[in-house]
């Protein structure tokens, strides 16, 4: 199939990739420049495990511009991955949306058949809205076009996108048409069926099943992406708001969200506390549903919670440090981790960024190291007021305390003799319950966790 995907980010590229790997002609467009350079010249503009060398695999079976024309708008499918972000009261801004779907109705030839669908995470309504923009434009043009509309959410998580996208659990489709139904099932028939070669080092789980093919209404599909995140976030939040009254009681929160993640149940993934959740997603997420609940003088107080649960986390560390140190400014802190999750180099939202500003608002001098985060961070954040080092333990040089803020695999595996070596304190916290307490007390290190 001939399939034109709008936007270029985590979501569009990932899928632009995999659908061009399983056999579909697929062309992307970005409207920056420098992004469409960046691909035609082989590099991923971002930072996703595996992208690098799928993309290297395909790209010559994909095509790249920054604007959409009449073939690339009457492609059999055009899926819109643009972002979403937020507005003051919490709404997700549709204007890239709404750009997207007036450029396709400038650009769809006579005659044309294609189906349009938000892939992007927009607020229920959405796909109404897109059609309503794409007819009104061709009946200005005078335009005879068969168009059709629905909604397709994504369910991929940063760092494991194209794991995700090639074994979903569900393939989630919104549509009033049976036409646009049948097509989607066309499009994502290899991978609903398994029946492409396993990308190199892409092999499937032994044990999962076929994804489902789950179809609905489009304000059905619309919802089921905010509940879905929201009901993750709010795992993530239910631990760390055990966390505070198990260090109350003398209980250990990571003993006791094993065994309630044993329950089938409820399951033990977003069980792990620590200094809360990032990204560009939970939080937008749970925001757009909240304000969707507002709109109409719904009121939704467990997804609230779990926002003021998570935004209290980040406080959590610092008390924690404050605890330990006692005297916060004029002390040397060693920041392992900005990003927000491992295997990214996304900072959106993220907890080491929050921490970052209020250590260095108190008065300690940062020294900051992550991975692949730190080029981002110079130029997302260049008034973070952060030093940044070359390793964990240059990190750690002179350091009273460091605090280890993203699981990333190189600090789950540093060798602690060598930062015992350059500390001049002994103070540990970690943010993500990751570290092994048991090996650093034994060191002489005086170990923090969260609900421990």
Same mark, same amino acid.
């Given at each position: 199939?001939?399939?034109?995907?709008?936007? *270029?980010?985590?979501?569009?590229?990932?899928?632009?990739?995999?659908?061009?790997?399983?056999?579909?002609?697929?062309?992307?467009?970005?409207?920056?420049?420098?992004?469409?350079?960046?691909?035609?010249?082989?590099?991923?503009?971002?930072?996703?495990?595996?992208?690098?060398?799928?993309?290297?695999?395909?790209?010559?079976?994909? !095509?790249?511009?920054?604007?959409?024309?009449?073939?690339?708008?009457?492609?059999?499918?055009?899926?819109? %991955?643009?972002?979403?972000?937020?507005?003051?009261?919490?709404?997700?801004?549709?204007?890239?949306?709404?750009?997207?779907?007036?450029?396709?109705?400038? +650009?769809?030839?006579?005659?044309?058949?294609?189906?349009? =669908?938000?892939?992007?995470?927009?607020?229920?309504?959405?796909?109404?809205?897109?059609?309503?923009?794409?007819?009104?434009?061709?009946? !200005?043009?005078?335009?005879?076009?068969?168009?059709?509309?629905?909604?397709?959410?994504?369910?991929?998580?940063?760092?494991?996108?194209?794991?995700?996208?090639?074994?979903?659990? !569900?393939?989630?489709?919104?549509?009033?048409?049976?036409?646009?139904?049948?097509?989607?099932?066309?499009?994502?028939?290899?991978?609903?069926? +398994?029946?492409?070669?396993?990308?190199?080092?892409?092999?499937?789980?032994?044990? +999962?099943?076929?994804?489902?093919?789950? *179809?609905?209404?489009? *304000?059905?599909?619309?919802? %089921?992406?905010?509940?879905?995140?929201?009901?993750?976030?709010?795992?993530?939040?239910?631990?760390?708001?055990?966390?505070?009254?198990?260090?109350? =009681?003398?209980?250990?929160?990571?003993? =006791?969200?094993?065994?309630?993640?044993?329950?089938?149940?409820?399951?033990?993934?977003?069980?792990?506390?620590?200094?809360?959740?990032?990204?560009? %997603?939970?939080?937008?997420?749970?925001?757009?549903?909240?304000?969707?609940?507002?709109?109409?003088?719904?009121?939704?107080?467990?997804?609230?919670?779990?926002?003021?649960?998570?935004? !209290? +986390?980040?406080?959590?560390?610092?008390?924690?440090?404050?605890?330990?140190?006692?005297?916060?400014?004029?002390?040397?802190?060693?920041?392992?981790?900005?990003?927000?999750?491992?295997?990214?180099?996304?900072?959106?939202?993220?907890?080491?960024?929050?921490?970052?500003?209020?250590?260095?608002?108190?008065?300690?001098? =940062?020294?900051?190291?992550?991975?692949?985060?730190?080029?981002?961070?110079?130029?997302?954040?260049?008034?973070?007021?952060?030093?940044?080092?070359?390793?964990?333990?240059?990190?750690?040089?002179?350091?009273?305390?460091?605090?280890?803020? *993203?699981?990333?695999?190189?600090?789950?595996?540093?060798?602690?003799?060598?930062?015992?070596?350059?500390?001049?304190?002994?103070?540990?916290?970690?943010?993500?319950?990751?570290?092994?307490?048991?090996?650093?007390?034994?060191?002489?290190?005086?170990?923090?966790?969260?609900?421990?």
């Amino acid at each position: 199939m001939r399939v034109t995907i709008i936007g *270029t980010g985590y979501v569009g590229l990932t899928t632009g990739v995999a659908l061009a790997y399983v056999g579909h002609e697929v062309t992307a467009i970005d409207k920056k420049e420098s992004v469409i350079e960046s691909l035609l010249a082989g590099r991923p503009p971002l930072h996703e495990p595996g992208l690098p060398e799928l993309f290297a695999e395909v790209r010559r079976r994909m !095509r790249f511009d920054v604007a959409l024309g009449p073939e690339t708008a009457g492609a059999d499918v055009v899926l819109i %991955c643009v972002g979403t972000p937020p507005q003051q009261n919490g709404d997700a801004d549709l204007r890239y949306v709404e750009e997207a779907a007036r450029a396709l109705a400038e +650009q769809l030839p006579e005659d044309a058949d294609t189906l349009v =669908v938000n892939k992007s995470t927009v607020p229920v309504g959405s796909a109404r809205r897109v059609e309503a923009i794409v007819r009104e434009g061709l009946a !200005r043009r005078g335009v005879r076009a068969k168009v059709a509309v629905a909604s397709n959410p994504e369910f991929l998580r940063e760092g494991s996108a194209l794991y995700d996208t090639f074994y979903p659990d !569900r393939i989630v489709v919104g549509a009033e048409d049976g036409g646009a139904v049948e097509r989607l099932q066309r499009l994502y028939r290899p991978i609903l069926e +398994q029946s492409f070669p396993p990308p190199k080092g892409l092999a499937r789980t032994d044990g +999962q099943g076929l994804p489902v093919f789950i *179809t609905m209404t489009p *304000t059905s599909a619309e919802l %089921c992406k905010y509940a879905a995140n929201t009901f993750l976030a709010m795992k993530v939040s239910f631990a760390n708001e055990i966390a505070g009254i198990a260090e109350r =009681v003398g209980a250990d929160v990571t003993e =006791v969200m094993r065994a309630v993640g044993l329950d089938r149940r409820i399951g033990a993934r977003y069980l792990g506390a620590g200094a809360g959740w990032g990204g560009s %997603c939970f939080g937008k997420d749970v925001r757009a549903l909240l304000a969707l609940g507002e709109q109409y003088g719904y009121e939704m107080p467990l997804a609230a919670g779990t926002l003021r649960v998570n935004e !209290r +986390q980040r406080r959590v560390v610092v008390d924690k440090l404050q605890a330990a140190l006692k005297v916060i400014r004029g002390s040397t802190v060693g920041l392992w981790g900005l990003t927000f999750k491992p295997n990214t180099d996304d900072l959106r939202d993220a907890p080491a960024v929050d921490v970052a500003k209020m250590l260095v608002g108190m008065g300690a001098r =940062v020294r900051a190291y992550d991975p692949v985060g730190m080029e981002r961070a110079r130029r997302e954040h260049p008034d973070l007021g952060v030093e940044y080092a070359a390793s964990p333990v240059e990190a750690a040089e002179a350091a009273d305390a460091v605090v280890l803020m *993203t699981e990333w695999d190189e600090f789950l595996h540093v060798d602690w003799q060598a930062v015992a070596a350059v500390m001049r304190g002994r103070v540990v916290v970690d943010g993500r319950n990751a570290l092994d307490r048991a090996a650093l007390e034994r060191l002489g290190f005086r170990y923090w966790g969260i609900g421990r």
